[in-house]
């Protein structure tokens, strides 16, 4: 248990998929810390001696587990939960894989591929992808939600107004983030822990690994929220800006081919200068590289950057 | 004339549109430094002494006008033209306007706004938004390109993969930019210089801001590029991320929905917090905040974020 933590919650309390049917393994009063072990998307099916082969015979009614759920006392729809995020405690494993099927040029790749990485857990230093370059590391939760209103179990692979399957990398340590209330009592549950992603998380996965979160469960009355919102405390980039950026563009009348190209172009140029497989770019990319919209007002067409951070190949 | 350029090209010769067709004003040897003085996207019909009835009335066919076009000796299709940017002298004005029928949220905001700047052209601190905040400057020139293969005149409005209307906040001085060359001598030309920009250029206009710049133009032979790519030599954020970001977000199957989703969140959000009208936020959030693609693979929804620099409110 986390010294700042009232309660933990461990990993065999897990749920696949988002059902406000599930009863609440926690009841809390609002503002309760609560430590929550967090395991691996793949839900222990990727271990540290995992090979290429168990890529390719995952089961995905075991994929993104999450660790909860909450019931927050006192939460009523149109309320928000608050969520501050403490400390986390990486484990020093994790894995990247391009799963067929899935990520933003699945066309592209096609087989499947792994990516197994260790890290030091404590000082969390920058991460060897050798013998190439060194990821930088900043944990935060992939998935962090509450339950829907609709009632039946949702796939847990999209995000949602309530939350979900974020994947926004600036979810880290200090920052609070507000989700809006569909059901009485929240029912928050969290997981899909990552040690490192580039926005977009363009091949579908990033640096998974299995870690404890330490969180704040508060509520705001009456907030009537939209969408899920946060507030950083600092600056989101300073872990891996320091050498600049070399940037691809795609430009065109469709974000979604913009965003395609962009990153392809990067993958290539990668590869090229590298003599990394363009697979090995790839999932690079997606571990450390940012998508952006430079522009999206000039029509017809618009401009997005794929922002690859020069400190990871020096 | 600069210390370092061998060569000033007036605002006077300028075009408006793209066409190969058009005479070169200066034919240079790759490795040339040039300074383009930039007239303002308005092409001078917004000054000091406008009010927002001349955004209403402004002449569309004299707008973003580029200074230019150069020649440069050798270059051929297939090649590319490295720009290195360096100093800019801006002139101290700048204005951001709401234009009906142009932005993102060109349906919400439908009356024309304007907002004139005026800023230390010198010591280039945070330009006052009277009362509410300061924004911080980096100047940088929205257009810049290469003609096109295709013959006659084409808008400059939308930018295309020989660059253009690119409105990339972060081609600021040091930076390294690539454009492919598609006619003979590649026909450089620049303006549309901007005092601050937020990635997207959410309202359609950044503080926009006539002013010089010093360029050096050189040759890569045979650099076969699909699109404009660029090197940053350091940060891109460090002039306003400090005290960190407010974001809303979209979260959708369509990014462009997505996009504006978020972008309308942060200025219902920040009127409320600030007393301001919807529409100054708006143009605020333009000149400053960022669009993000935080997640783009997890089916079938996007998540977009838009992120406001909480340093320009404090």
């Known amino acids: 248990m986390s010294a700042k933590a009232g ?57 993104n587990p999450v660790t909860g759920p909450v019931y ?29 099927g899935f990520g933003l040029l699945a066309d592209q790749f096609t087989e499947p591929a792994l990516h197994l990485w260790t890290y030091d857990r404590r000082a969390m230093g920058p991460a060897a992808y050798s013998p190439v370059g060194r990821v930088p590391l900043k944990p935060f939760a992939g998935t962090i939600g509450l339950a829907l209103a609709e009632p039946g179990r949702h796939s847990v692979v999209p995000p949602r107004r309530v939350g979900g399957n974020l994947d926004i990398r600036d979810l880290t340590s200090g920052v609070e ?91 290539d140029m990668l590869a090229a200068r590298t003599g990394m497989a363009p697979v090995e770019a790839y999932m690079l990319c997606s571990v450390c590289g940012d998508l952006r919209i430079s522009e999206i007002v000039d029509q017809p067409n618009w401009v997005v950057g794929f922002y690859f951070p020069r400190v990871v190949l020096e």
């Not at 149109?78 to 391009?98: E, H, L, M, R, Y």
């Not at 640096?207 to 507030?231: C, F, G, H, N, Q």
């Not at 081919?257 to 392809?264: F, G, I, K, L, N």
């Open 7 to 63: 309660h933990t919650i461990h990993g065999d309390c897990h749920h696949v998929g988002w059902d406000n049917a599930i009863p609440p393994v926690l009841t809390v009063a609002p503002g309760t810390t609560i430590e929550f072990e967090c395991l691996d998307a793949s839900g222990g099916q990727l271990t540290r001696t995992s090979t290429v082969a168990d890529v390719g015979t995952l089961d995905f009614g075991r994929i």
């Open 72 to 100: 927050i006392d006192g939460a009523e729809p149109g309320d928000a939960v608050k969520i501050t995020i403490g400390a986390f405690a990486p484990s020093g494993f994790g894995w990247t894989a391009n799963i067929p």
């Open 177 to 267: 983030l507000y989700l809006p209330v569909e059901v009485k009592g929240g029912l928050f549950s969290v997981g899909d822990t990552h040690a490192a992603q580039g926005d977009g998380e363009i091949c579908g996965t990033a640096i998974e690994s299995p870690m404890s979160v330490v969180l704040t469960l508060d509520l705001v009355k009456d907030a009537r929220l939209a969408a899920p919102r946060y507030t950083t405390p600092g600056p989101v980039t300073r872990h891996l800006d320091a050498k600049g950026y070399e940037v691809t563009t795609g430009i065109g009348p469709d974000l979604m081919t913009a965003a395609r190209e962009a990153v392809a172009r990067m993958v």
